[in-house]
Structures are given as C-alpha cells and as structure tokens.
C-alpha cells in the first residue's frame, strides 16, 4: 500500500509570529545600538567640554600667578627705584656721596638677580651713577622714550618703557624709570631699572604649557615685551591690532576666551589679566589642539572599542534571529511532520483494523468490538446477538471460477452484508477466509435471526452464479446466538460458540439457513 505523507505549510500565524520575535530583536538591538551611541557621545562631549573648562580655570590660573609675579617684580624694582630717586635728589653733585651710590647701585642689583643694571641720568641724559662702574659715563639716554617721558611728564610714577637693547651689554631690557627733580621741581634727570628680558623668559619656560602654548607680558599700549615661544624679532612689536589685544581692550582687565591667534594661526584658550598696579598685562594660552589630544585620543579609542562591542552585538543578534528563524523552521516543520503522522497513524490504525479485502472489519477489530460489547451488554443487562455465517461450497466456487473470482465474490458478498444489516451499532466482520460475522448489540435471538434471514436473502438476491451450488447461484449458511451475559454468566467465547455451533446445525441440515443456537430455530 502506498502512503502519501504531504507536509502542511506553516501557517500565517507562525509566521507572524517568527517576524515579531526577529523585528523585536532587531529593534532591541537597534536600541541598544543606539543608546550605547548616545551615551559614548553623551560622554565625549562631557569630557570635551571638561577638558576644555579644565584648561580655562589652569589659564586663568596661570595668568594670575604670571601677574602677580610681574606685579612682585616691577613693584621690587620701583621700591628700589623710589629710594634711588630720594637718596640722588638729597645729596646732588656731592661726589663722595656718588661713590656710594654707585656702591649702592651695585649691591641693588647684587640682591635683585632680575635686575640687568640701575643707572641715574642727568638732565641731559648722560649717565651719573650705575651698577656697572666709570665706563658707563659715556652712555648718553638722551634719545630714549623714557627720558623723553620723564622729561616732559612732571608725574613722579613710574615708567614702563617699551623694550630696548640695553646700551651696556646689547641685551633686551625692560626699563623702569622715575623722573629726579631739582629742588625747585624742574627736570634733574631719571632713575631707571633695567631688567633683562632672560629673567621672564627663563620664568615663563619653566612652565608646561604644552608645545604651542603661550605666555606673553604686553603694556598697555600694545607692545610686546616678553612672549613665550621667544621670537626676537617679536620683541617690542605693537600688538594693538591682534585680538587678544582687542579682547582685552573690549572686556576689560581679566578675561579668558578661545582666539587664533594673528602670529602663528593657532587657535588657542586666553587668559589674560591686568596687573593692580602697573601699565602691563600677561596673557597665558593653551593650544585648543594639545588641549584636546587626550580627548580626541579617548575618544578614538572608545569609538574603536564601541564599534567592536556594537559590531559583536550585531554579530549575536543577526546569528540569534538566525538561530531564531531556523528553530521556528524546524518547529513548524516538525508540527506539520507530527500533524501527518497523527494522520497516517490514524489511518494505519484503521487499516490495522480493516481487513484488505472487503473492507469490513477485521477479526482483531471483531474481537475488540466483541469484548466491548459483551462487557457493555453485561453493564446494561441488554442481549448481545452474534451471526456467524459462511458461503456454501466455496471451496467448490473456486475450483470452478478460481480463486480471484472467488475474492470479487467475496467482496459483493461483504457490500451486501454492510448494507443488509444497516443498524448503526451494528459490526459486519470478516472472521476468517470466507466465514463472516455480524455482531448485532442489542438485539435478541428473533431480532438476529431475523437479520440473518435478511443477508441470507440479499445474498441470494444479487445471484452470483455458482453452478456447483443448489440453485445454482452463490448462497450463505448462517448460525445466530444471543446471549444476555449477567444472566448467562458466560463469556465472549462462549458466544461465538453458540454461534458457531448454530452455523454448523445450518450447513449439516442442507445449507442455505439459519439456525439460532437456543431452541427458536428457523429454517429459511
Ligand atoms: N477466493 C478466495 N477463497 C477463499 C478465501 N478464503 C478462503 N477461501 C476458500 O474458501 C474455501 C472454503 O472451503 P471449505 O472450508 O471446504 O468450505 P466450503 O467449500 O465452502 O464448504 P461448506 O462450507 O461446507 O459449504 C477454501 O477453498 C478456501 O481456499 C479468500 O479470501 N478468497
């Protein structure tokens, strides 16, 4: 026999739901794709913008300490330099008392390593007294900005020139000077202090500000002093026009702000302040680049290492939906594999029970039917009738027709026992070659004879020649017994005994009848 097993396609439903789980995990890892993107930007820029107020405050910081520090050191020098002036306008042109200033000069600048020199010039700008001895007489001031300053300005403050190339050693210096007068007030001359610009240079190299920071100590009027990265031909330039100067000149005497910056291009972090007490302000710079390098490192390194963990999550999530998709796969499969063989097994059950030939039931299934009948007729008290009935001569039918005649025979007989005895609880069995059954629940002796009767006819009635016969024409003994178990006491066997014995009584009184198995017999 051949089976056909179809596998059933999985249903929409399945399907739907397989592509919400995948969509669901797709969308969570998108999710967590996404928010692991904001929190690593969320992060690079907190760091960002600390790095960059990090270097503000330092900025802002360092401009203070640079201030204070350029505050300390001019405010040393004037406070030399105002006794300087009181001691020359108090003993004019005493020269034993020149000598001692001179002594006294030269032990100023012995104490105060920043000073360069300390020299007193006369009305005419010729030089008195200074720390470096009698070969400085010579040196004539006449021309410098601040003898003209101090000349023409009754102002008794001091004068921060612009830087100038000393005139003793060819150095930078920055001067501070204070106007000497007479006694009756006129112009005697100028006190100046001259530092060498190595001082603040060797100061401000001593601090880390990155390769392309800044320090710069400008006066008041623009003019480049002292600028770390030292580039002499910067010294004394007018800065007036470069935005820090701007800056400053607009928001006034402490500021910090990010500007590229006009002599080099850098774009650079600004602090700037003015000092209390004197005409400069020093501006201190970060390079926003070096500023930024560890960030920008960082940040490269958490991209790297956030694009890996991503790629992974991307990588488990696609071979999740993977892993996902197959087991559904192979589950609907496996549910359409089960659903056919509940179906061929239900059909192989049924053929385990039906006999090949005629389609009725077999005698296993005869025997199940049997015992649950006989157990069922017990419960109930109710008679259970059994037919045994068997096709006279067929041995002889076969001889004559052979035997695949004898199976067509075999099988218009079956159609008719099915269809003569039609009641619904009613089993029409094949017990065995050509004997048949017919298990009749239910139903007395008179009602299974009467049944018996009517197949024995229909048998007739079709007319299946059969030459060998009486008559002709294929007929049927039968042998019908009916038992009510409780009462009998008896078992299943016993009934197809009965049966059994009734069939026997039929063929030996002339075949072609019914026999019942308890005294109601009656001959066809
Ligand atoms: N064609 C065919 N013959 C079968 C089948 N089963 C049993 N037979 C034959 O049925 C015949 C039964 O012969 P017997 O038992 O001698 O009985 P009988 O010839 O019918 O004689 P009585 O029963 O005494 O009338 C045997 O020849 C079996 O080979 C079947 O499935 N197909």
């Not at 701007?246 to 700037?272: A, F, H, K």
């Not at 002709?472 to 019908?480: D, L």
Request: charged share 25%.
């Amino acid at each position: 026999m051949a089976i056909i097993l179809t596998v059933s396609p999985p249903s929409s439903r399945k399907t739907t739901k397989k592509l919400s789980i995948q969509g669901a995990l797709c969308a969570f890892v998108l999710v967590v794709t996404l928010v692991f993107i904001c929190i690593l930007a969320w992060n690079s820029w907190n760091t960002h913008t600390a790095k960059l107020h990090e270097a503000q405050t330092s900025t802002s910081n360092m401009a203070k300490a640079l201030a204070q520090h350029a505050e300390d050191t001019i405010g040393g020098i004037d406070n030399v330099l105002v006794g300087l002036v009181e001691m020359w306008e108090q003993n004019t042109r005493e020269s034993t008392r020149l000598d001692r200033l001179n002594t006294y000069l030269q032990d100023r600048v012995a104490d105060l390593p920043v000073l360069d020199s300390l020299s007193i010039y006369n009305e005419q700008g010729k030089s008195v007294a200074d720390s470096w001895g009698t070969e400085s007489k010579k040196i004539d001031v006449s021309d410098r900005a601040y003898f003209i300053f101090h000349r023409e300005h009754v102002d008794r403050g001091p004068y921060i020139g612009p830087p100038v190339h000393s005139r003793y050693t060819g150095e930078w210096v920055i001067t501070v000077s204070r106007r000497v007068e007479h006694a009756n007030g006129s112009f005697a001359g100028v006190a100046l202090a001259a530092i060498n610009i190595q001082n603040f240079r060797s100061f401000y190299e001593s601090f880390d500000i990155g390769e392309l920071g800044s320090i710069a100590l400008l006066n008041d009027g623009g003019t480049m002093l002292v600028r770390r990265p030292f580039d002499d031909a910067l010294v004394g330039t007018d800065m007036k026009n470069g935005p820090v100067y701007q800056y400053y000149v607009r928001n006034g005497p402490v500021g910090t702000t990010v500007i590229t910056s006009s002599l080099d291009n850098v774009e650079r972090i600004y602090s700037y302040r003015h000092l209390d007490h004197y005409p400069l302000f020093v501006s201190v710079a970060f390079s926003n680049d070096e500023v930024l390098t560890d960030w920008r490192e960082e940040t490269i390194r958490f991209s790297l290492v956030s694009t890996i963990v991503i790629a992974l999550l991307w990588i488990l999530g696609l071979h999740l939906i993977r892993q996902i998709a197959k087991r559904e796969h192979a589950q609907s499969e496996l549910r359409a594999a089960r659903d056919d063989l509940e179906r061929i097994n239900g059909e192989l059950a049924a053929l385990a029970l039906e006999d090949g030939l005629t389609g009725l039931a077999n005698r296993r299934r005869f025997d199940a039917a049997l015992d649950e009948e006989y157990a069922r007729a017990m419960r109930n008290e109710t008679p259970l009738s059994l037919i045994m009935l068997d096709v006279d001569f067929f041995k002889k039918y076969n001889d004559e027709y052979g035997h695949p005649q004898g199976d067509e025979c075999l099988k218009k007989i079956s159609k008719t026992l099915k269809t003569a005895s039609a009641r619904p609880g009613d089993l029409v069995a094949r017990y065995g070659g050509e004997e048949f059954a017919i298990l009749l629940p239910g139903a007395d002796t008179a009602g299974a004879v009467a049944v018996a009767e009517r197949v024995r006819m229909a048998i007739q009635a079709i007319n299946i020649v059969h030459a060998e016969n009486v008559g002709g024409a294929v007929t049927i003994s039968a042998g019908a017994a009916s038992f009510i178990p409780f009462r009998k006491n008896n078992s299943p066997a016993d009934l197809v005994l009965a049966a059994d014995q009734a069939l026997y009584e039929a063929k030996e009184s002339g075949r072609n009848r019914v026999c019942a198995s308890d005294s109601s017999k009656r001959q066809a």
